[in-house]
């Protein structure tokens, strides 16, 4: 079983498009450093030669795939562009204009952006000191023009986990009409104690749908493929809007090749997470109160943190108040990083 990073060349300090980053290490889009499994870009490459054909009018094995994996029926789940394109198509065609998003702020900066893009009004809630998302604080923040509710699981940026009884509360106190996103863009991060079973959530919940992506812990961002799934009668609302040739083929081999190599892919996840556990210790020595993150990603609050690593070379998504969010799991980045920072406090 190979789990180095080895493999391909330095992995952060790869391309975007056809222009090199000016960066040493580009950590700014939480990204999963390793690249694709031998196993997965062969499969995606046997679809490629066919790449002169159309996919499936509208996609049915990726469902069926994924379906099967997760134990619910196929049309349960909606597929797409990435958790992101998912998100899009909830929004489209679940509100309406001028309908309230409540979401914890900051959040993935899709949220606010595909909000404007649909003319909806948001209502960003502040996070708490610690970093999590005020669930309490959400729920006095809905009202009547609300039309969604975006909660997160890892929260990104802090990485911070929302405790299962907290999050079972809070779905009881959101209005049955009022559709909820659970994002679990990082779930396969959690630790075993974190996991909440969806299907006793969907069973409660007939407002709700669980948002995943194969971006992060399956390391295929640039195949964009991502899925929600919820109770059938809300997923049909969902799946109207459905892209008719929008899933390629090459999504559905990906899918089935990285489901044939949990095991592999579940040992790059533990590389992840212990790099990331030993970077947070060694930013922690130097002073800087790093939220425990349950995520592929740290937060470093500021103030000067983003300008540090900019100067350092190392692209990482920056805040207001000179926080940042990096990427971690690549040894060379994350050391890079320590002693970017190691001299700021
Ligand atoms: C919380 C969260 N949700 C969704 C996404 C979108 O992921 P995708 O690449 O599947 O569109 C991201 C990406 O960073 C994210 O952080």
Not at 5 to 25: I, K, M, V, Y
Not at 207 to 231: C, D, E, P, Q, T
Request: with cysteine.
């Amino acid at each position: 079983m190979s789990i180095g990073l080895a493999d391909n060349t330095r992995p952060s300090q790869r391309r975007r498009g056809t222009e090199r980053t000016e960066h040493r290490f580009d950590l700014s889009l939480s990204e999963n450093p390793f690249p694709p499994l031998p196993s997965v870009l062969r499969a995606v490459n046997e679809t490629l030669a066919q790449a002169n054909r159309y996919p499936e009018f509208l996609p049915r094995r990726l469902p069926r795939l994924i379906a099967g994996h997760l134990g619910v029926e196929p049309d349960q789940v909606i597929v797409g562009a990435g958790a992101t394109g998912v998100a899009m198509q909830i929004i489209q065609s679940l509100t309406g204009r001028g309908d309230e998003v409540v979401f914890g702020a900051p959040t993935f900066d899709g949220y606010p952006i595909m909000a404007g893009m649909a003319e909806l009004e948001t209502v960003p809630v502040p996070l708490d000191k610690a970093g999590n998302q005020d669930v309490w604080a959400m729920v006095r923040a809905i009202n009547k023009r609300t039309g969604l509710v975006v909660v997160c699981r890892p929260h990104n940026p802090t990485g911070t986990v929302l405790g299962a009884a907290e999050l079972k509360a809070f779905l009881c106190a959101v209005p049955a009409r009022v559709p909820v996103i659970l994002d679990e863009a990082y779930v396969e991060f959690l630790g075993a104690a974190d996991h909440i079973d969806p299907l006793a959530l969907l069973a409660r919940h007939p407002n709700l749908l669980v948002l995943r992506s194969f971006s992060k812990a399956y390391g295929l961002a640039g195949l964009r493929i991502g899925y929600a799934f919820g109770r059938r009668e809300l997923a049909a609302r969902v799946r109207k809007l459905q892209l008719p040739f929008g899933v390629p083929a090459a999504a559905v081999a990906a899918v089935a090749a990285s489901y044939a190599a949990q095991p592999e892919l579940a040992a790059r996840t533990l590389r992840i997470t212990t790099e990331r556990e030993t970077l947070r210790n060694a930013l922690r020595r130097c002073g800087i109160a790093v939220p425990r993150s349950h995520a592929n990603f740290l937060y470093l609050p500021g103030p000067g943190v983003a300008t540090a690593l900019r100067r350092a070379g190392i692209a990482a998504k920056a805040y207001p108040d000179g926080s940042a969010r990096i990427a971690v799991g690549d040894p060379a980045a994350d050391t890079a990083v320590l002693q970017a920072l190691e001299s700021l406090r």
